[in-house]
């Protein structure tokens, strides 16, 4: 069990970028990714511990990353019967080999509760007066937090490094040509299986999979693949399910697992996402570090592993043996 005094000292040794000897680096938010020279059709997607909420990186939190591949990995495999997907093997903590896809454009959301306080959220756009939201209806007299009769998709564009992801409608998806209607048709059905599979596992651990964002790609082969990350906190909200109803009738909020306690933070000090961000205290760091490690150990059943810090020279180690470098 990590402590805080044993994670404080990882805050500053934290994987906050990727310098390997490959081809062809480019990074998002939280992940860097090269070219694998003589591997055609695969890339290598190593997973940063970079944080990041309202569409920016705010920080680096130790062991996140390695949490996050390892989560994700974990959940392709308990979705593959569902939906085939991108990866292909993990030769270190933080790297995936992953089938190189051509992403859809659209980012698919599933929401199974009226929740969020970002300005895409649910419930941030209801609590506004909105009623028609995402293309849906809402009646008067919702709650914060209670769930909707059965899951729903709210799709966004998918707004790159440094662009907002913009709301869409399930009809904006095909009506402005960003996906044709069979492959949206069966995009949609998939998300909905895959968010019913996973949060029929996240019961079995005592949890809720609240709310959820899948990202599609087309493969080489033509195949629709699952690609990105799965059902792990930074793209998911969990919450406690045996705190639950007691919470929501008391009006606090759930017990989370997930990224959502840094948005509050965040939302406490009136931000949502607009501007610079506040400063916030450096301990709100290693409180994610354990909850990433937390829900990994509650979701998978098994012991969190730390991989060693410094991460880059491990990375290599390990990219070597595996026949990568
Ligand atoms: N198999 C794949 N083939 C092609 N691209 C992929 C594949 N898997 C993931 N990607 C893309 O790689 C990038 C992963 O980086 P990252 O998750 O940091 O992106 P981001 O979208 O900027 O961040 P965030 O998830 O915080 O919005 C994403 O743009 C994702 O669409
Ligand atoms: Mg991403």
């Not at 069990?1 to 490959?22: H, I, K, S, V, W």
């Not at 939190?61 to 593959?80: I, R, S």
């Not at 570090?289 to 060693?308: C, H, K, N, W």
Request: hydrophobic content about 40%.
């Amino acid at each position: 069990m990590l402590t805080a005094d044993n994670l404080r000292p990882l805050l500053a040794q934290a994987l906050g970028e990727t310098n390997l000897p490959f081809p062809g680096k480019q990074s998002g938010k939280v992940r860097d990714w090269y070219a694998l020279p003589g591997l055609e059709g695969r890339r290598l997607l190593v997973t940063t511990d970079r944080l990041s909420a309202f569409d920016r990186v705010l920080a680096c939190v130790p062991y996140k990353g390695q949490v996050l591949n390892q989560l994700a990995a974990w959940w392709f495999e308990q979705t593959a019967d569902v939906i085939p997907n991108h990866a292909l093997s993990i030769p270190d903590p933080n790297a995936l080999v992953a089938r190189d896809a051509t992403p859809f454009p659209v980012e698919v959301i599933v929401r199974g509760y009226i929740t969020g306080v970002t300005s895409t959220a649910l419930w941030y756009r209801y609590s506004l007066g909105e009623r028609d939201i995402y293309g849906y209806t809402f009646p008067d007299g919702l709650r914060k937090n209670e769930i909707l009769p059965q899951p729903i998709i709210t799709p966004t564009t998918k707004g790159g490094p440094t662009g907002h992801d913009e709301r869409l409608t399930c009809a904006e998806v095909t009506e402005r040509g960003l996906l044709d209607r069979p492959t949206w048709d069966q995009i949609q059905a998939a998300a909905l299986a895959i968010f019913r599979r996973g949060q029929a596992v996240a019961q079995k651990a005592g949890l809720i999979l609240v709310d959820t964002k899948y990202e599609f790609g087309r493969a080489p082969d033509g195949r629709v693949l699952l690609i990105d990350e799965v059902h792990t906190p930074d793209s998911s909200r969990f919450w406690k399910a045996d705190t639950y109803p007691a919470r929501l009738a008391a009006g606090e909020e759930p017990e989370n697992f997930d990224k959502e306690f840094v948005r509050l933070a965040y939302a406490e000090k009136g931000y949502r996402g607009d501007g610079a961000p506040p400063a916030v205290p450096g301990d709100l760091w290693l409180a994610a570090s354990s909850r990433y490690i937390a829900i990994y150990e509650m979701l998978t059943g098994q012991d969190f592993v730390p991989g060693a810090y410094p991460a880059e020279p491990r990375l290599i180690q390990n990219l070597r043996a595996a026949g990568l470098l």
